[in-house]
């Protein structure tokens, strides 16, 4: 998996590649933390080139979402593949995460 931090028009984006899987994982979860201690007003995770995903990745980003909801924060999801979001479908995590279309999508909601 790789993690890219970038500003877009000051809003900061996680774009990650590859499998987010249980040896993955640990590195994500100190790049989110990372991030979301400073508390920043919204982080936008760009999944457009993620191939796969499993327990260990779901995990991070539920365990990112509870500290970002600590401060009033928002996490916002965008470009998930199908396979990606079936797997969100399936265990329900639709309705808890934000998840939009594309990355505008995210910012104007």
């Known amino acids: 998996m ?3 931090v970038i500003d877009h028009k000051g809003k900061k984006v996680l774009t990650l590649s590859g499998e987010i899987d249980m040896y993955s994982s640990p590195e994500l979860r100190e790049e989110l933390m990372g991030i979301l201690i400073k508390k920043v007003p919204a982080l936008y995770i760009d999944f457009r080139e993620v191939s796969y995903i499993d327990s260990s990745g779901i995990a991070t980003f539920v ?8 401060y009033g924060g ?3 999801f965008f470009s998930i593949s199908k396979g990606i979001m079936d797997i969100f479908k399936f265990s329900k995590l ?9 990355l505008d999508d995210a910012i104007n909601s």
């Open 94 to 102: 639709d309705r808890v995460f934000e998840i939009y279309g594309n």
């Open 63 to 70: 365990e990112g979402l509870k500290y970002v909801k600590s």
């Open 2 to 4: 790789n993690i890219e």
């Open 74 to 76: 928002r996490l916002q």
